[in-house]
């Protein structure tokens, strides 16, 4: 028995009860099958704070020179990244890359997305975006980190960026893996939500990165055929709100990385519907999921195969 399938054996499969209208989104155990029966080569990266195990998942071939690397789920409430994650790995399962190998860590932030299931089986409505420290584990990559993030002092509960850079057993287990692969990302890709935006180095700064041009037309072309998408430089989304410490930053510096983040979907709030006025886990995951993803994981896909 795989490692994998050892952990599968372990979990609770009681289904999840979330509201129709909140879409058809996933519990643990139920994203945990689809990876073991996904026909992706299962690696163990490390585990989390928790102790639960962090794995990834690699397609294509593994001696390639280029590489490209997909994480969602970094935060704990954004699940459609998750269910975006899956559905682009199904996709380069049935047709392999051949000149590159793509690596795929569906759920980052496996506490706290197992969490997030806690309290939904509980009826509860909290807020979650943490790891189990209450780490943002978008803010501990060591790429412009800072100990001193303005956010986090006036927001507490959006999390902060750690003790120092990757200083959770999440992201330095993310970094690890990367490091053993001995060459550069040629892509990377990072799924979240919400906004419909595509987002491109930096955020930590205010510059932009040396080879802007590139990423500016890379996410132009991924938006091109996604509704409402818009595209900037994550620092001037909302300028002066930095993000310090951040994958897209550090993927890209790091690793020489043509880095992408995408904020998939408008969210599920609706100013006339008072069911979603007090419901955090609406606001971050559309109801109409797979109609959202019908667009976004093609592009997603050709993306990471280096074809657009």
Avoid: C
């Avoid at 990423?215 to 991924?222: D, K, L, Q, Y």
Wanted: net charge positive; charged share 25%; glycine share 8%.
């Amino acid at each position: 028995m795989s490692e994998l399938d050892a952990h599968l054996a372990s979990l609770d499969r009681a289904p999840l009860p979330l509201p129709s209208r909140a879409g058809r989104y996933r519990g643990y155990a139920d994203v945990i099958e689809e990876l073991a029966r996904s026909g992706a080569h299962a690696l163990r990266l490390g585990q989390s704070v928790e102790g639960t195990p962090l794995f990834a998942f690699d397609v294509g071939d593994p001696d390639a020179a280029k590489v490209s690397f997909v994480v969602a789920g970094l935060h704990a409430m954004e699940w459609i990244g998750v269910e975006a994650a899956l559905q682009l790995l199904a996709r380069l399962v049935a047709r392999p890359p051949r000149d590159r190998l793509v690596r795929v860590v569906p759920i980052a932030n496996v506490d706290g997305y197992r969490r997030v299931e806690r309290r939904l089986r509980r009826g509860e409505r909290a807020f979650d975006r943490t790891n189990a420290r209450g780490v943002d584990l978008n803010r501990n990559w060591p790429t412009h980190w800072s100990s001193s993030h303005l956010r986090a002092k006036v927001f507490p509960h959006l999390g902060h960026g750690g003790d120092a850079p990757s200083s959770e057993p999440e992201i330095a287990a993310i970094l690890a893996s990367l490091d053993a692969l001995g060459r550069p990302l040629d892509r990377a890709l990072s799924l979240h939500s919400f906004g419909r935006k595509v987002l491109y180095p930096y955020g930590g700064v205010w510059r932009r990165p040396s080879d802007f041009e590139a990423h500016r037309r890379a996410a132009v072309a991924f938006a091109r055929d996604l509704p409402g998408y818009g595209v900037t430089q994550t620092a001037r989304w909302v300028p002066g709100a930095f993000a310090p410490g951040m994958e897209l930053d550090h993927l890209h510096d790091r690793y020489g990385a043509l880095a992408l983040l995408v904020e998939l979907g408008a969210g599920g709030f609706r100013a006339n519907d008072p069911a979603t006025w007090l419901s955090p886990f609406r606001w971050f995951n559309a109801p109409a999921k797979d109609l959202e993803l019908s667009s976004v994981v093609p592009a997603m896909d050709r993306f990471v195969r280096g074809e657009a």
